[in-house]
């Protein structure tokens, strides 16, 4: 089938006189990865352009052309898409590479590395998630929280939940990390920001930054809506400040334009993970890169990591319900994450 795939993506492009050769793929859960070399001639452009064609003679509904330095990819979804379970993969990973503090796991990446997000370095500080209804978001979202939460006890991680629309965190609600309730109004989520500020400005006059506290919103814009100057005021501090004291934001959000979030805001979340978007222009404003392709997404956990000016495909892991139980019993010590390995007689 591959071998199929590469002779029609080869043919299409030299029927427009654009010579290239695949040579070989990877295929993933949720895609497969198709790696070419083209003419020296040939514009990058150029190929954007026919990914219509290519994706009509592949029976797929989209195509992406992909760029890593002077590598060039095509990526094709796949029909039978398979789940990425967290809970798997972080025992997968974990065992291979051990626990990294205060990092997480949250997803495979085009190449099947998982992909980890250490949020005290000094280019990621904050994280902005941004999808459409149905791109996986807030599923993103919970498994980036569960990661970071199963592998970090409470003295060394904290989190501060605010869910104006009381669905996405909900089920985060038994972890024991957790510095108040969550909050699911915007007099709640006010009262809990200003009690983040008068920790965040302590922090400052002492100059510690231990234990770190995530504050994660889900939908960001509702709150902003309600909420009013104060509470964009808050987030726009702990947006510049908060990584010398320890405080991180996720905050996730269906089109994050700056007109909304505000320009320092949104300046001042450097790492965004872009799952669906309906056109082009809003690819660029949640991704802040032209030419991601986040348009082209399929939805359900398909998602791209800008890190820096460069996108990174990835799908996205998630916790099922059979998953949050054993999530459960893991951070209170009912169960092992890791199975220890047997002693060799």
Do not use: Y
Not at 74 to 85: F, G, M
Not at 118 to 137: E, F, I, N, Y
Not at 195 to 216: F, K, N, Q, T
């Amino acid at each position: 089938m591959m071998e199929f795939q590469s002779d029609r993506i080869e043919a299409v492009l030299a029927s427009h006189r654009i010579p290239i050769r695949v040579h070989g793929g990877i295929v993933s859960p949720s895609w497969i990865r198709f790696h070419f070399t083209a003419a020296p001639t040939a514009k990058v452009s150029s190929i954007r352009n026919l990914t219509e064609e290519i994706a009509l003679a592949l029976g797929a509904p989209a195509v992406r052309i992909a760029r890593e330095g002077n590598v060039l990819a095509i990526e094709v979804p796949r029909n039978d898409k398979q789940p990425l379970r967290l809970l798997p993969l972080l025992r997968r990973t974990f065992s291979t590479i051990g626990i990294q503090p205060i990092t997480a796991c949250v997803g495979l990446t085009q190449d099947g590395r998982p992909l980890m997000i250490r949020l005290p370095a000094p280019d990621v500080s904050h994280v902005l998630v941004a999808g459409a209804t149905g791109s996986g978001k807030t599923e993103l979202m919970r498994a980036l929280l569960l990661s970071l939460a199963v592998g970090n006890r409470q003295h060394k991680l904290q989190l501060a939940l605010i869910d104006p629309k009381s669905r996405g965190f909900g089920p985060l609600a038994f972890l024991p990390h957790l510095l108040a309730p969550i909050a699911s109004d915007t007099l709640s989520a006010a009262a809990l920001l200003e009690r983040l500020i008068v920790e965040m400005d302590r922090r400052d006059a002492e100059g510690i930054s231990s234990p770190r506290i995530v504050i994660a919103i889900d939908e960001v814009v509702d709150l902003l809506m309600t909420g009013g100057k104060p509470v964009e005021t808050a987030l726009t501090r702990i947006a510049q400040r908060g990584r010398e004291a320890g405080l991180h934001l996720i905050v996730g959000a269906q089109k994050p334009a700056s007109a909304v979030l505000g320009p320092h805001l949104k300046a001042n979340l450097p790492v965004r993970l872009v799952g669906r978007v309906g056109s082009v222009e809003d690819a660029r404003v949640a991704s802040g890169v032209s030419g991601s392709s986040a348009e082209k997404l399929t939805g359900a956990g398909d998602f791209i990591a800008v890190f820096g000016g460069q996108a990174i495909h990835f799908q996205s892991a998630f916790a099922s319900p059979g998953d949050l139980v054993e999530f459960r019993r893991i951070i209170h010590g009912q169960t092992p994450l890791l199975t220890a390995p047997k002693n060799e007689s």
